[in-house]
Every structure is written in structure tokens, then in C-alpha cells.
């Protein structure tokens, strides 16, 4: 598997809006916009740093990854997203090593991405994603 950088950062918050403040008029960074993934129940910001990025999740909905995620451990720190060369290569090496994923198959994620998760319980209790742009 080729990890080829950190993607981003990936931040559960209860506002995109109360979020942003933080990111942008604080700390400097380029907010880029909104995106909805409906598959996913989750509206995503992303602050571009260098070449990785921060991206702010509030979810669209109660039962959705990311509002369980806040009701079981708070707003803060969800994911980190490393970018793959290949992500079905990825995910194949990581079966064939036993590890524990949450997708079996790429889906498409903010921006068009494929991504896949590996769960937290493979990975020593940190949500982890693969991702290919």
C-alpha cells in the first residue's frame, strides 16, 4: 500500500458555522465551502493546510456517524484520512493482513472521493480513512 500524505484531519463539531469561527477567524485558514454527502447523513467543511487540510463534520441528522460519534465522546477530533495511491489495492493488502474495515468497497465521499474506513478496534481505538482524489 502507498499512503502518500496525511488528506486531512477530520473534526466533529455541533456547527459548521460555530466551527468555521475557530478556524478561519482565529487561526488563519481558507475556508472552502460546504459539502453535503447524504449517504453519509454529514455536511463537511474543509480548511486547506499546506497540502493537507482540517475538515469540520456536523451531522444532518440524530442518527447519523457523526451525531453518535458527539453523543458517545463530544465534539472534537473524529478521523484521520491518509490519501492512498490506490485504494482498492489498499484495502485488499489490509484484508489479506486481517485488519478490521468498516467499508469492504470504496464509496464516495466530500468532494467526490473514494474513500474507505478501517475500524477503530484494527487501528488502537482511532478512526481511520483511506482515501483516494
Known amino acids: 500500500m502507498e499512503i502518500l500524505k496525511i488528506d486531512h484531519l477530520g473534526i466533529a463539531v455541533n456547527s459548521i458555522d460555530d466551527g468555521k469561527n475557530f478556524w478561519s477567524d482565529v487561526l ?26 482540517v475538515e ?45 474495515l468498516i467499508d469492504q468497497q470504496p464509496r464516495i465521499g466530500a468532494g467526490g472521493a473514494k474513500i474507505a474506513f478501517l475500524h477503530p478496534k484494527a487501528t488502537g481505538g482511532v478512526l481511520v480513512e483511506l482515501c483516494e482524489r
Open 56 to 100: 469540520l463534520l456536523e451531522s444532518t441528522s440524530p442518527d447519523g456517524p457523526v451525531a453518535k460519534f458527539i453523543e458517545k465522546k463530544g465534539t472534537g477530533f473524529q478521523h484521520v484520512a491518509f490519501r492512498v495511491a490506490n485504494i482498492e489495492d489498499a484495502l485488499k493488502e489490509l484484508k489479506e493482513k486481517g485488519i478490521q
Open 28 to 53: 488563519g485558514l481558507s475556508f472552502q465551502g460546504t459539502d453535503t454527502v447524504e449517504a453519509q447523513k454529514v455536511i463537511t467543511a474543509f480548511f486547506p493546510v499546506g497540502e493537507s487540510e
